[in-house]
């Protein structure tokens, strides 16, 4: 392993934080940027260097992102500062942005152009994956020279896979946020059940845990669910993100899911609800206040 | 372990038979009804004796019932030449379907004046859990006398809960199968976006199972969809009956859950599209075929 890459990571919310962290432990030298420099104390104080995107882009082989919005992404790769024309040729961007598939296919046209690499590698696993170093990668673009990336995210993660061309990571990640969407309207509705049905709900998501009724969902967010701990792992706010593009992306398609319909309803109302900034087992708190409304 | 115990089970289709194979197995002697009796042979060969539900209700110590419908619990239990008149004081009935709550604690109260131990027991695992024998058993009951009904039951199961009184194991199993409705339909979405989107559907399902989207649903059924396995786990028809038993539990609570609204019309149009001998894995067809309607 090469420790001498020169790494830079740009986000350090929950996700980019703990992934930046497993990296420093290993002995990279990485440069980090966030908009909200708070959020990166920590890492400085275990030895990151603070820089601007620009100079992260001039001065790493590797550039990392872990950002909230496609239209950050945006701004940050291909906006009028962007760090893509400020790269090195050969050198490697890796968007770990849930984000859109299309703008993943622009970014590697024009990293291509400037003999860059690009890869779309949105992650899963919450930031309970993340702080254990067990995520899931799921990459888009080129096979080729793609040795080098792999060898780093292996730092935090368990799994990694390229699904093939460029914006196939994100397609990849829309499944998965679409089999996540309706697993946690099952998850909290079967509680919510439960709990009006005077079960003993810690016994009964214990027991279904470990039956056909078990899932991620279920027994990660289940518990805290449970203890009333709504924080975020995952934003609301982000989560609804995903699922529009999810939604433009079927509409695309030609595909209608329900599922998915139903999930940006709901969690679209939390954000009126001012759920936005808590975690997506707050669905919870929304189910329960359009039921006391009904009742 | 007292393998003495005379032990009569009344239903041996896709489930029962798998449970009842465990018990000859294991060393029990047991005398079995089925309705369709073709669907007995192999116990017989086995060595299970074939008798009527009133010889079985008039022999045995253990009286299981694994059916498909709660109307066909009410007629062999409680019906004109039901079970439960004909069983001998202190012994035990147990009922593995999948049924009403309300008819549990009717069956419990009748069996309670007749000095009978009464269980509502469903189970959860689908057909897979039987034939490895690691089901798990939500149990509504009392406490007092269970041990002698675990006994027998482990021989199947790798997981049994007395989740409280009469009703309450039917009513973990409405929760169980709210959660699995809204998974499955997640789960079925993110495949058929992930087919529409190219992708290498079979290596997606592979890494997802690993992540946030992981569940007993994609990890399972998920390979059966890809391979155009429809076959029955777990019939549709018997799915909706469950279904509709969740929806009328939830209305008399005051609970609206529109994930399990949603579950119960798309079961609901496969049995119009006659779908309903098949499994609930099907969905996947039912969603192809309104999808292609859409189109």
New interface residues.
Partial sequence: MNLTKKIGWIGTGVMGKSMCKHLLNKGYEISIFNRTADKASELIEMGAKFLKPIEIAQTCDYVFLMLGYPRDVEEIVIGENGVLKNMKKGSYLIDHTTSS?DLAVKIYSKAKELEINSYDAPV???DI?AREAR??V?VGGDEENFANVEDIMKTYS??I?I??SAG?GQ??K??????????M???V??????Q?????VD??IQ??G?????????N?YGPRILKRDFEPGFYVEHFLKDLEI?LT??EK????????E?AYK?YYSMIEMGLGKKGTQALMLA?EK??KE??
């Fill in positions: 598939p899963s696993g919450g994956g995520l899931v799921m368990s799994k896979n699904m093939g196939k397609h990849t829309m499944s998965n946020q679409i089999i996540i969407a309706s697993t309207i099952g998850v509705e079967g509680m919510l059940y439960a009006k049905a005077n079960l003993d016994k009964v027991l279904l470990g039956g056909a009724a078990g899932s991620f969902s279920l990660v999810c992306e079927s398609m030609g595909l209608k899911l329900s599922g998915l139903l709901l189910l359009i039921n009904n009742s």
